[in-house]
């Protein structure tokens, strides 16, 4: 099954909604940062909201979410695009806590108290950024409020992630419903019943829904135009050249000096995982460029 994300509207223009299947991408930045169960799933919904948020970005736009929990997983950071590509780390990833008494992995205790800032950069001089406090930690709450409270966008968001037995990411996706001002009390009243009654996203998506699949379960009968539909995948950034320009930026002394102790560099790139190791000719040739 792909990753994709759809983008909807009812057919009387009172709500919108967002939703997306993240199986594939989780599993892939679970194995790029190693991460354990909890971690896995506290990162994975991060991302996969980055993406929802982000489909209502355009062209070059950029969307980066930032969870500053008090709990063991420390930061959690995601940077999302208008294109459905979606990066991000959590600072803490080999984290094991005991499950909730209900058998479910405990991201609220793990990420805590704290902020969550939602930077977008939409080309302009100074990015915008949205700051609410956590109301769980469990992140799809955090993220509604943030949407209540910094957007005044009534909204509900649903994320999840299984994790199997072997560690594995079995399943994954997220469900963004916004209401438009002035939309009628009998349409919420509506959602607010078919999303209360409506399975865990994970366990949906485990049962191979799609996200078409799981926009009809949450609005129950109301009918949806579909205006996008676009794959969704883990993509970084970063590149050879580009860390040879940070390298270089560090200025002549400061190669010479990693060059005599260490004789190398290895630069690992938070947001993806990935390592770039600079050999001794490789530092030489930056410092005669520089
Ligand atoms: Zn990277």
Known sequence: MEDYLVRGID??????????VTTN?????????DTWPVASAALGRVLTAGLLLGAN???????????????????????????????????????????????????????????LHVTKDLGLKEPFTGSTELVSGEIGEDIAQY??????????????VLVGPDARVKAAGGLIVQLFPGADEEILTHLEKSLAEMPPISSLVNLKLQPEDLVARAVDGLNIHFLEK??????????????????AAMGKKDIEKLLKEQGRAEVRCHFCGESYIFEAPDLQEIVLNS
């Open 11 to 20: 057919e009387n223009g009172q709500f919108r909604v967002f939703a997306a």
């Open 25 to 33: 991408l989780v599993e892939e930045a679970r194995q790029r940062h």
């Open 57 to 115: 970005l355009k062209g070059d736009d950029l969307i980066t979410l930032r969870v500053f929990g008090n709990g063991p997983l420390g930061a959690i950071t995601v940077s999302a695009n208008a294109g459905g590509e979606v990066r991000g780390y959590v600072q803490e990833p080999h984290i094991d806590l005991p499950s909730t008494p209900a058998g479910k992995l405990p991201v609220g205790a793990a990420v805590g108290q704290g902020l």
């Open 147 to 160: 949407l209540v409270t910094s957007e005044q966008t009534p909204s509900a968001v649903s994320l999840g």
């Open 230 to 247: 676009h794959p969704v995948r883990f993509a970084c950034k970063c590149s050879r050249e580009k860390v040879g320009d940070i390298l």
